[in-house]
């Protein structure tokens, strides 16, 4: 971690972290019973705590938002250069990116149903960020 995050942000950043990896393992079991709705629900939460979790290491209070897009935003203009696989990736990867954003209001609220490719390719891109910001 940064040396520039104070500690009481650090174990919030290490709380962030854990939920995260919850989620991850609740999507797969979700997926793992058919209910990819639920899944992707869960993948989103797992990338906004993660993503929130990346901004307070940059030492960022992070907004009060569930936008994936938007937090991805602001890692990018953080990160500068070694963040431009970022913008890459809210470009090529728009998809996935609007299925996240859908999934936290529809999994609750809406008709929309996502299947086993959605729950696949949005997982995709869930792995990918982590990966590339740990």
């Known amino acids: 971690m940064s040396e520039g995050v104070r500690v009481g942000k650090r174990e919030e950043v290490e709380h962030l972290e854990k939920r995260a990896g919850e989620f991850m393992r609740t999507a797969e079991y979700q997926a793992g ?6 899944a992707i629900f869960s993948l989103e939460q797992a990338l906004q705590l993660f993503l929130k979790s990346r901004l307070i290491l940059h030492g960022v209070d992070y907004p009060r938002t569930h936008s994936i897009r938007r937090l991805l935003e602001m890692l990018s203009s953080i990160l500068g250069e ?3 696989w970022v913008k890459s990736l809210l470009r090529d990867r728009v998809l996935e990116i609007s299925f996240l954003e859908d999934a936290y209001i529809s999994s609750r609220y809406l008709l929309r149903e996502f299947g086993e490719e959605e ?8 792995e990918e960020v982590m990966r590339n910001l740990r």
């Open 82 to 84: 070694r963040g431009s």
């Open 119 to 126: 729950y696949r390719r949005v997982r995709e891109v869930v």
């Open 33 to 38: 019973e058919g209910m990819y709705a639920l």
